[in-house]
């Protein structure tokens, strides 16, 4: 992402595609930053390409240093992309994709009213919407559906050269390698916990007030 956004400004190229390419690697390098900051805390910021080998040690930056990066890099990506995306460009990141990744960078730093606004962004767009019903997200035949706002298109060939793509999928493309599940206590006074409709179909099939212990007694989580 560092060389593309520091070389491409002096290809001798269409200039609209030029652009486009450009927020690309903004918004790549503010996903991939996000991700490092969120495991490991401080990281060294690189924002220019490492040409020699004096350039391969850098000093941490500071947590807040890296999320303001971030934000910058989403700007501009938010900025520089296309709103939709067609034919073999599915799958490479909307402006939708910036907005989105903005509000969960603020969701993280609890800036509880940008994350707001970015979200309603995205939601206000027209372009995104749920699937009527719920499990049809996760049926393979329904891939980049209306749900999806930014989504690596993944080969299920265990030989691909990257074995990524393997670790997601490694099954082959009817089956999903990866699944999680956690327990949390709620607050039953809280708003997440009291203002929802237990009847809704996705709180059905994504949260649970109770679960089976190993010795099989259920356990009330909701008090």
């Keep these: 992402a560092n060389i593309a956004i520091a070389r491409l400004p002096d290809i ?10 450009i927020a690309e690697s903004h918004f790549l390098r503010a996903f991939c930053y996000f991700e490092l ?5 401080s990281v060294p910021l690189r924002l220019g390409a490492t040409e020699s080998l004096d350039q391969t040690s850098a000093p941490k930056a ?6 303001g990066q971030i934000i910058t890099d989403l700007n501009t990506a938010e900025q520089g992309l296309p709103v939709v995306r067609e034919n073999s460009d599915v799958g490479k990141p ?6 989105s990744l903005l509000s969960l960078v603020y969701l993280t730093q609890q800036d509880w009213q940008m994350a707001k606004t970015k979200a309603n962004d995205v939601i206000n767009s027209g372009v995104y919407s749920l699937v009527p019903n719920f499990p049809d997200v996760f049926d393979i035949q329904n891939e ?22 393997a670790i997601f999928n490694h099954l082959g493309s009817n ?4 699944v999680a ?8 006074v809280s708003n997440i916990w009291t203002n929802r409709d237990f009847n809704e179909e ?18 009330d989580i909701s008090s």
């Design 12 to 21: 001798d190229m269409d200039e609209e595609r030029k652009s486009l390419l």
């Design 37 to 41: 900051v969120r495991l490991y805390g």
């Design 62 to 67: 500071s947590v807040e240093e890296v999320y």
């Design 94 to 99: 909307t402006s939708g994709s910036a907005s």
């Design 144 to 165: 980049n559906h209306e749900e999806i706002i930014f989504g690596i298109q993944y080969s299920n060939l265990a030989d691909f050269g990257s074995g990524h793509p």
């Design 175 to 178: 089956h999903y390698a990866l």
């Design 181 to 188: 599940f956690s327990v949390a206590t709620i607050d039953t």
């Design 202 to 219: 996705r709180y059905s099939f994504t949260v649970y007030d109770e679960y089976v212990n190993g010795d099989g007694t259920f356990v």
